[in-house]
Structures are given as C-alpha cells and as structure tokens.
C-alpha cells in the first residue's frame, strides 16, 4: 500500500522549534520529489519547502532561513526541521510527492502542470504562548 505519514507535530512557544517527519512506505521517496504543504484555517494550501529528485531545494519566502528539508533514504523518510517558529506558523503539514522530473522549487512556485502525486495525512502544528 502507498502511503506517507506524517509524524511530529504539536504545540509549542514563539521561538521554538520542530522536526516533522514523513515516511514512506509502498514505495521508495528517494524516487520522487518530494514536497512539504501547509494550511492553516480559513487560507489556501501553500507550498513550504521541496526537493527535487537529485536532493536541490526551495523554500518559501516565509520560511527562508528558519526551516530546512532533508532526506534520510536509509529510512525512506523526509523531515522539516522547523526553527525560530512564529504564531503564523500555526497550520496542518502535509509531506507529498511529485513527479522525479520537477526542479526544485516545485511546490513553492508550481507551475500549472505540477500536479502532487500522494499526499500524507498532515500533522497539527500550533505556534503559541
């Protein structure tokens, strides 16, 4: 079965920090580019932070300089390493997957053929004192 689970997320202070995890399984992520997602109430789904197949990165403008992905191919998993996290942070994170031919910047400036091919979960993220 194709899946991707989202893992660590919950609440924490302004100035705090988070690591997300997404793991695969059914298939091999290293196979793919692959994506973090965010919504938060009442606002669009946005693109956070994407890899392409051969490991180059973007990262939103919101978030530049305080969230870094990475990949762990040994254990078929992604993470969002989320630093200096603001109350606008506050949002569901999903991880998912696109095709291995998208460039870096995939999911954060997705063109109109760029289309996700799995999606997790999500995973709660509350930024609050």
């Known amino acids: 079965q194709v899946q991707l689970v989202e893992s660590g997320g919950g609440l924490v202070q302004p100035g705090g920090s988070l690591r997300l995890s997404c793991t695969a399984s059914?298939?091999?992520?290293?196979?793919?580019?692959i994506g973090w997602f965010r919504q938060a109430p009442g606002k669009e789904r946005e693109g956070v932070s994407c890899?392409?197949?051969?490991?180059?990165?973007s990262y939103g403008d919101s978030v530049k300089g305080r969230f870094v992905i990475s990949r762990d191919n040994a254990k078929n998993t992604v993470y969002l390493q989320m630093n200096s996290l603001k109350p606008e942070d506050t949002a569901v994170y999903y991880c998912?997957?696109?095709?291995?031919?998208?460039?870096?910047?995939?999911?954060?400036?997705?063109?109109?053929?760029?289309?996700?091919?799995?999606w997790g979960q999500g995973t709660q993220v509350t930024v609050s004192s």
């Open positions: 998912a997957t696109g095709s291995p031919s998208y460039g870096s910047s995939w999911c954060v400036n997705p063109t109109p053929e760029v289309d996700v091919w799995n």
């Open positions: 059914g298939f091999i992520l290293d196979d793919f580019a």
């Open positions: 890899s392409s197949r051969d490991d180059r990165k």
